[in-house]
């Protein structure tokens, strides 16, 4: 029968293991309370892994010993679950076990605690071996105690302390139960986002590691920050959860590419596929003024004129179709071109370049006609209404928000709403800072070249000059980056991770 302060012990000590939300100081809690509330001297904390029992954790008070409890790996070969062995026995028959003397027990093989107390000048006396299991009756590990002492000698365990061992076992395998099913939900959405970003991603060959890039620079800023903040440099801070719901945004912010037409995803000139028909016609007017020479309706250097202008415009098109930027000279020149015409001399005309083209044509940089930046600028209100789908919970709840505003800037001149500062948390303006920084870096895209770094950040302080984006995101994503050479930043964007890059 368990004493009246033995009960007031389990049901508090219950209650700070059933509070805890972190899953290694759940493990190194048991230990401790186990081994204080029945007063032992040591105690292992087993694991089991791949068939095998792992060790966790190990304390030994009197020989000052503690190993595993800030979650480092413990170099010790794992338990074979080998019923001779009575960790392992406890494991496969999901019994307690109680063993007054090891010494004076032939129940089991103890030759690896007594070769342990040969090399250390250790004698292990009493043990109590617990499995632990969780709400499914899956083996969780072992808890093994040893050496209970009382008045400075080894006494053996009591039935009490099997009833406490049980009680604390329990509590902490139904804890431990919800932060693994916690664990599991998390999983299954990560997986989610995962796969969305990567269909994003995989949807076209000029977009294959963008998602990827953008989470882990976000990561890499959100780390920097917190050193900032250590360093006494700023207020901001990125906790396990604000990290992140930053993260998921990130992940998640151009899925509304899924339904952006490939026609426009994928536009690497101005033109496209409308350059063989302007090749056609112009062949085709050079053979109507031809015909018309032949004909006598222009005279021979009429017509060597116009050949001549049709093959110096036709090479200039070309040109201009990948030109990286047009002057207004050039521009001028397309206007010029797209004026004329050839008179059929019935009221009909061919003119030397459609509307469609010449607007092609018109594009100062870029491959984008007004109307086609118009769609792509439509994913963001996509990707806030797909988002506007999902359940996420409150830990996640501002998810969306953030990654529905990765192009607006502080001074309103970014898009969808022309969002100012005001209204423009943390995670969007590093979301913006870092999307333009992949978008001037990236090295996929057919229709510009990369830009180095040094370039890319001038650009990115201009742009916080301009009032569009914070200047210290700016500096501290450059200070973050300058950590990390670009070939990493690649190999982590090539793994399957959706954030592989971490450097505290």
Not at 329 to 355: F, H, M, N, Q
Not at 416 to 444: K, S
Not at 471 to 477: A, S
Request: charged residues 30%; glycine residues 4%.
């Amino acid at each position: 029968m368990l004493t009246k302060e033995a009960l007031n012990r389990i049901v508090r000590d219950g209650i700070e293991l059933t509070a805890e939300k972190d899953k290694n100081k759940l493990f190194e809690k048991l230990l401790k309370t186990a081994m204080e509330i029945t007063g032992c001297d040591a105690g292992t904390l087993y694991l089991y892994r791949n068939g095998a029992l792992s060790f966790k954790m190990m304390k030994t008070l009197s020989q000052g010993v503690s190993r595993g409890e800030n979650g480092e790996t413990i170099d010790l070969p794992p338990v074979a679950l080998r019923e001779e062995n009575v960790c392992a026995f406890a494991a496969i028959r999901r019994e307690l076990v109680n063993i007054p003397d090891v010494y004076s027990s032939d129940r089991f093989d103890f030759s690896g605690p007594k070769r342990y107390d040969a090399i250390t000048g250790y004698r292990t006396g009493s043990m109590i071996v617990l499995p632990l299991e969780d709400a499914e009756t899956e083996l969780i590990g072992v808890l093994q105690l040893m050496n209970k002492t009382e008045k400075d000698r080894v006494v053996p365990f009591t039935e009490e302390d099997e009833l406490i061992l049980r009680s604390l076992g329990s509590m902490t395998a139904v804890s431990l139960a919800n932060m693994l099913y916690i664990e599991e939900i998390k999983e299954q959405m990560l997986s989610f986002v995962q796969a969305f970003a990567t269909a994003v991603d995989e949807r076209t060959p000029y977009n294959g590691s963008h998602t990827r890039k953008v989470t882990i620079y976000a990561d890499l800023l959100a780390t920097h920050i917190n050193r900032q903040h250590l360093a006494g440099k700023t207020e901001e801070w990125f906790d396990d959860n604000r990290r992140e719901q930053l993260l998921l945004s990130a992940a998640l912010h151009d899925i509304g590419k899924m339904v952006v037409p490939l026609s426009v995803m994928n536009k690497s000139t101005r033109l496209e596929e409308r350059l063989p028909f302007i090749r056609q016609r112009f062949e085709l007017l050079r053979a109507l003024y031809e015909a018309d020479s032949l004909k006598g309706k222009i005279t021979r250097e009429a017509f060597e004129t116009a050949e001549k202008y049709l093959a110096e415009s036709l090479s200039f098109i070309e040109q201009t179709n990948t030109a990286g930027f047009l002057t207004d000279e050039s521009l001028d020149r397309v206007r010029k071109i797209a004026s004329r015409a050839y008179d059929y001399g019935d009221g009909r005309t061919l003119p030397y370049l459609t509307e469609e083209e010449r607007d092609c044509l018109l594009i100062r940089k870029g491959t984008l006609t007004q109307s086609e930046r118009r769609v792509m600028e439509s994913h963001v209100e996509t990707t806030e209404k797909i988002l506007r789908k999902v359940r996420f919970n409150r830990k996640y709840g501002r998810v969306t928000d953030f990654a529905a505003s990765h192009h607006e800037f502080l001074n309103g001149s970014g898009y969808p709403r022309h969002l100012t500062a005001e209204a423009l948390p943390l995670e969007a303006r590093i979301l913006t800072v870092v999307d333009t920084f992949d978008a001037l870096t990236c090295t996929d895209r057919p229709y510009k070249k990369p830009i180095p770094r040094p370039r890319a950040f001038a650009i990115l302080h201009d742009m916080a000059a301009e009032g569009k984006v914070e200047e210290r995101l700016v500096q501290w994503l450059e200070e973050a980056v300058e950590q990390v050479p670009p070939e990493e930043i690649e190999r982590a964007a090539a793994t399957d991770g959706w954030c592989a890059i971490r450097h505290e």
